[in-house]
């Protein structure tokens, strides 16, 4: 499936949740507008089921399902694609696996070089942050909002802002240049659909 260029990026928060509980919140945000969704799970005991099932719900949706940190998942499953952080494996390696169509996301960080190495490595698109502080990972360092406005001006590719995102505070990062906004807690603490309708009206 092929990358929306802007909208909610919603990536899934399953810790101490069932897989019925992570579909029904899913569900809610894909029904709220999300546009594009990652499975990260960083605890997973059966991430292959939740990640299958992910998969079906998602395209029932037409929305691709990205999947966390693991190319042998994504090819298990099936899934459009891969985000790579800065231990996650090599670019060039994944498009191999996943082949020409995958798409293949990358964490910048607040870093514009390895963003623009990302994209000459063949990344679909690249990711900033964290903007604000996060309690999904308070220990993700700062990024600066005038990285996105760089990133816009110099990149290809659709820009991803993540970290700390809420409807209240998704302006700025807008005006900056972020076209996809990915978000756990500010979709998934709440009620995900009101979150996700929240969010797409900011588009
Ligand atoms: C869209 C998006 N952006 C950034 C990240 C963070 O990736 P990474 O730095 O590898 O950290 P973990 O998520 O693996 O803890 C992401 N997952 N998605
Ligand atoms: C995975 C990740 N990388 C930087 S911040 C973050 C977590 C984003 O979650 P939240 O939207 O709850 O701050
Ligand atoms: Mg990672």
Not at 54 to 79: F, K, Q, T, W
Not at 108 to 125: E, S
């Amino acid at each position: 499936m092929k990358l929306p260029r802007r909208g909610l990026y919603a990536i899934t928060q399953p810790e101490g949740k069932t897989a019925e509980q992570v579909i029904a919140e899913v569900e809610a945000a894909l029904k709220g507008g999300a546009v594009l969704v990652q499975y990260r799970d960083k605890q997973a005991v059966d991430g292959e089921g939740l990640a299958g099932r992910l998969l079906r719900l998602c395209r029932s949706y037409h929305v691709p399902l990205i999947i966390n940190d693991s190319v042998e998942l994504a090819l298990a499953v099936g899934a459009d694609g891969v985000h790579l952080g800065r231990d996650d494996g090599n670019i060039a390696a994944a498009r191999v696996k996943l082949g020409a169509d995958a798409i293949i996301g990358v964490s910048c960080y607040n870093d514009i070089a390895r963003a623009t190495a990302a994209v000459a490595a063949g990344a679909d698109y690249v990711a900033f942050g964290r903007f604000f502080p996060s309690g999904s990972k308070p220990l993700a360092a700062p990024a600066e909002i005038g990285t996105l406005r760089e990133a816009k001006r110099s990149l290809p590719v659709p820009i991803v802002a993540i970290g700390g995102i809420l409807p209240e505070n998704a302006g700025q990062l807008l005006a900056a240049g972020a076209d996809l906004l990915a978000v756990i807690g500010g979709v998934f603490d709440g009620d995900p659909f009101e979150a996700a309708r929240r969010f797409r009206a900011l588009f």
